[in-house]
Nanobody
Framework: QVQLVESGGGLVQAGGSLRLSCAAS????????LAWFRQAPGKEREFVGA???????????DSVKGRFAISRNTPKNIPNTMYLQMSSLKPEDTALYYC??????????????WGQGTQVTVSS
């Protein structure tokens, strides 16, 4: 069973940058996709972006494309770690950010393992 732990959240001014990390406890991610989702107060959880662990291919929601970038450390490293580099942050990026592991795609239902989340707050 993969366990995911997010870190790196915090308070940042609009226009600033922040990097989130997601550490995965298990080595067996070769057939998995890791993703970032976020949930703002009073809103549904939404897809941010994802990375195929084997190929390194990334894809993003249009709302963050060009501002956010997902990367990973070398797959042989333990713990396996995914990063979310966020730039040009906007107040509307304020949310609890979750890391998830699963089959891939943009739907929450495709991911069966979730972290506890890390809070990102962007002040105007």
């Amino acid at each position: 069973q993969v366990q995911l732990v997010e870190s790196g959240g915090g308070l940042v001014q609009a226009g600033g940058s922040l990097r989130l990390s997601c550490a995965a406890s298990a080595r067996a991610l070769s057939r998995s996709t890791l993703a970032w989702f976020r949930q703002a107060p009073g809103k549904e959880r939404e897809f941010v972006g994802a990375i195929s662990w084997s190929s390194g291919r990334t894809y993003y929601d249009d709302s963050v494309k060009g501002r956010f970038a997902i990367s990973r450390n070398t797959p042989k490293n333990i713990p396996n770690t995914m990063y979310l580099q966020m730039s040009s942050l906007k107040p509307e990026d304020t949310a609890l950010y979750y890391c998830a592991a699963g089959l891939g795609g943009r739907a929450m239902e495709a991911y069966n393992t979730w972290g506890q989340g890390t809070q990102v707050t962007v002040s105007s």
